[in-house]
């Protein structure tokens, strides 16, 4: 069986173009994952086997603390990596010294900023649409005049298992998301969210 249609077939100029993509795709995963292994060697992160990135993914580790990618974790920071359009690369960092970071395996991210001050875990098999933001902490004050005097608030993040965030989903600080969950696309998760259940909204909630 063939595996263009007849009509496929009188579109040769598509055939060849998507031929060319497919390459290009190829050559892009096998040179920016090769070019994540060596990054994560530099920042001593622990990065699982089979793991595979296309783009320029970027990370940083604060001394004192972890870093740890599951087997089988794909990573799309280029643009023409995911067609739902990605608006700039995959981000991995830790902000202080005792910070930790938990992906489990089979994840996927495009796009995807995990910032992690205190703690952030990733359960297994969680998928992030395009542009996800995930954080544990407020970043800064307020009030600016108590920068460098009081700490900036954090609480962990944990998300579970088979867990489906939409495009462009925020996830703020001390929040937790149960097995199975969905969440819809522009939510930002600011509470508590149980398993097998579907959220969307500002703030997300059960509709």
């Known amino acids: 069986m063939s595996a263009y249609s007849d009509l496929e077939k009188k579109d040769k100029w598509g055939i060849w173009s998507n031929r060319l993509v497919r390459k290009r795709n190829l050559f892009g995963e ?24 296309w ?15 599951g087997n089988n974790c794909r ?28 992906i ?27 542009n996800v933001t995930i954080f544990d902490t407020d970043w800064h004050h307020l009030d600016r005049s108590l920068e460098g005097i009081e700490p900036v608030s954090t609480a962990p993040v944990i998300i579970g298992s088979n867990v489906w965030l939409g495009m462009n989903v925020t996830v703020l600080k ?11 696309g522009n939510s930002v998760v600011t509470r508590n969210i149980p398993s097998n259940v579907l959220a969307a909204g500002i703030p997300a909630k059960i509709p």
């Not at 783009?55 to 990618?69: A, D, E, K, L």
């Not at 799309?76 to 960092?93: D, E, F, H, V």
């Not at 001390?174 to 819809?184: D, F, K, R």
């Open 30 to 53: 096998i040179l920016w994952t090769s070019y994540a292994k060596l990054k994560c060697r530099y920042w001593k992160i622990h990065l699982g086997k089979l793991c595979r990135f």
């Open 55 to 69: 783009g320029n993914m970027h990370f940083q580790r604060v001394p004192g603390s972890t870093i740890i990618v």
């Open 75 to 102: 990573f799309r920071s280029a643009t023409w990596s995911n067609l739902a359009g990605i608006n700039r690369p995959c981000y991995l960092c830790t902000l202080r010294k005792g910070a930790k970071i938990s």
């Open 104 to 130: 489990g395996k089979g994840c996927g991210f495009s796009g995807t900023v995990l910032s992690a001050a205190e703690y952030i875990e990733i359960g297994d098999n969680v998928l992030c649409g395009t």
């Open 174 to 184: 001390g929040v937790t998301i149960g097995h199975n969950a969905v969440i819809a």
